[in-house]
Nanobody
Framework: QVQLVESGGGLVQAGDSLRLSCAAS????????MGWFRRAPGKEREFVAA????????YYSDSVKGRFTISRDNAKNTAYLQMNSLKPEDTAVYYC????????????????????WGQGTQVTVSS
């Protein structure tokens, strides 16, 4: 089992930045790829970003590419999502998730690839 706890959400204005954290406990953190997803009101949960267990490869949705950066610190058992140039359409509950490693990065775009999920943290961006 892996337990995931997100933090760092809040209310910001358009153009501001936030950094989300995802603290993991349980099984060795370095064994898992990590992903961030979000669910906006009235919408399906969508992929945001993912990072391989080694941190060597990262993946982003087109909507956040160039503005968000995913990273991890395996020594601290923590994954991060740095969000810059926030827009009102980024408003959502953000979830971190852990996945077993896959050879193909394509798997990380699908929420069905993830075994463990956090409870979510609210990000609200006002215009």
């Amino acid at each position: 089992q892996v337990q995931l706890v997100e933090s760092g959400g809040g209310l910001v204005q358009a153009g501001d930045s936030l950094r989300l954290s995802c603290a993991a406990s349980g099984r060795p953190f370095s064994q898992y790829a990590m992903g961030w997803f979000r669910r906006a009101p009235g919408k399906e949960r969508e992929f945001v970003a993912a990072i391989r267990n080694s941190g060597g490869n990262t993946y982003y949705s087109d909507s956040v590419k160039g503005r968000f950066t995913i990273s991890r610190d395996n020594a601290k058992n923590t994954a991060y999502l740095q969000m810059n140039s926030l827009k009102p359409e980024d408003t959502a509950v953000y979830y971190c998730a852990a996945s077993r490693p896959y050879n193909s990065g394509d798997f990380y775009y699908s929420d069905s690839s993830y075994n463990y999920w956090g409870q979510g943290t609210q990000v609200t961006v006002s215009s």
